[in-house]
């Protein structure tokens, strides 16, 4: 692992972090503040987000197929086909918020009744994934926008634009949550709207980026409607795996708050603290795999598989290492951490107890994730999609009914199948990472079409120049190898040349020097006498 590499890693990986976390922040503000305000919210907020959230992930996962499409195309120096994959993206985030509203109105109601949720819970429910509906539809329209930042701007562009995120949620959950200044009191309701206006807000800002900044060809974008057949089939092979291996993952969480409901309500709420905390926790393996992916499509698409191969090592040792710390860090204060969320003592005895097994699956996690963000940079996501479907479908759910229904061992048994789970996940993502890696080429373009494209770029941000470098050095290398072996040609040719051209080592180092000779030896191996000067 080189220093180099980890600085690259970093560089990316840092800013990605921080936007995560922000937008993360704004569930565990959303989390934190309904629990002080009532057991009741708060056990609404969590069946509506183990509910919603697998719908809004998958399509989160299916949009992020623009990230490796995207590197590929910058690193490749193909800047024209860039604008209708930006417009594609766009396209179907509109058509996944139509398909949200529809499936809102007709399944909804159906869910919640079947769950036989208490009067409180069932409003709080209803109405609260009514307003993430909005924010998904807005979360959409971000991805593709993003995509485009990260891979050409850098991340530090949408991590500045997600820090403003906090503050501006945490404002309105005061406002809408807890209804001061004159604000409609909406409880776990209000914290739903807050994160609607929030993405709202976010989405206006990456669309003024887009304009002000040259670089992102927002003019381009939005100067037509139209897209192409080849850009749609792409995001769709790509980002319908993905998705759904997102899906696989998120579902999981959800079908157990269908099974965690007849614990009661104490027990909804701590699985909400465990889980929303595990997502705090889960940010950083996401952030290096995002980073991942961005660096491993423009390797790949500037024609470096072995440069692709070292990010790819550098981001899982880094992952396992930050994974590390966070465990040792939640197993010791796992009853400050309850605390943070409620006062609520037998919830916080109850959460306590299950960040012990959501500590085990962040180190399993830390291996899994950033392998699926290589995956994903080589825009290999199909095999990936199969690795969670046998790990959490026939693995993990199984187990945890078995533990539940015929050893009687109450919610602690979901907890413990998803320990088994993701740890399947972890070994079945390595495996396809080892014995497939070496299958992953691309075809190699000339340092001659990378060069101009890269020098007429206004990008000054270590990690892309570092590709283009790198590329540079090992064609150099290769050059200057080809160029002793050839000269070793020159020198120990027959005698015929060597009596014809041979000199006194000061003049051979001059003819050495001499252009017509060199182009000859480039060409044949060797110098003929009519080239000598």
Sequence with gaps: MRLNDIKIVLAVTLPIVVAQLSTMGINFINTMMVGHFGADDLAGVSVGVGLFYPFEAAVIGLLMAGTPIIGQLWGAGDTKSIPSVVRTGLYMAMLTGVIFMVGYMLFMDPILEYMKLEPEVYQVAKYYILAMVATAIFVALIIPLRALTDVIGGTAISMRLFLLALP?????????IFGNAGFPRLGGIGAGVSSAVTYAVILLLFLFVLHKDERFMGGRIFAAWKTGVRYWKEYLNIGIPAGLSVFLETGMFGAIILFMAKFGT?????????????????????????????LVARAVGAGDSALAKRYARTGIILSVGFSFTEVILTIVFRSHISLIYTDDLAVVMIASHFLLYASLFQFFDSVAVPIQGILRGYKDTKIP???????YWGVCLPLACFLDFVMDMGAVSYWIGLVFGVGTVAVLMTLRYIFKKDEFRSPPISSDVVAPFLHKSSIHLGYMKEIYEEVCRRKTAKIEEDAKKKESLFLCSDSVYRKDIYLPQTTIIEIRRHVLTLLKRYIVGRATPEFVP
């Design 168 to 176: 501006i949620d945490t404002l309105l959950n005061y406002l809408f």
């Design 266 to 294: 104490e027990t909804l709420g701590a699985y909400q603290i465990a889980d929303n905390f595990a997502n705090m926790a889960y940010m950083i393996p996401l952030s290096c795999s995002m980073a991942l992916t961005i």
């Design 385 to 391: 999609f199969f690795c969670m479907l046998i790990a």
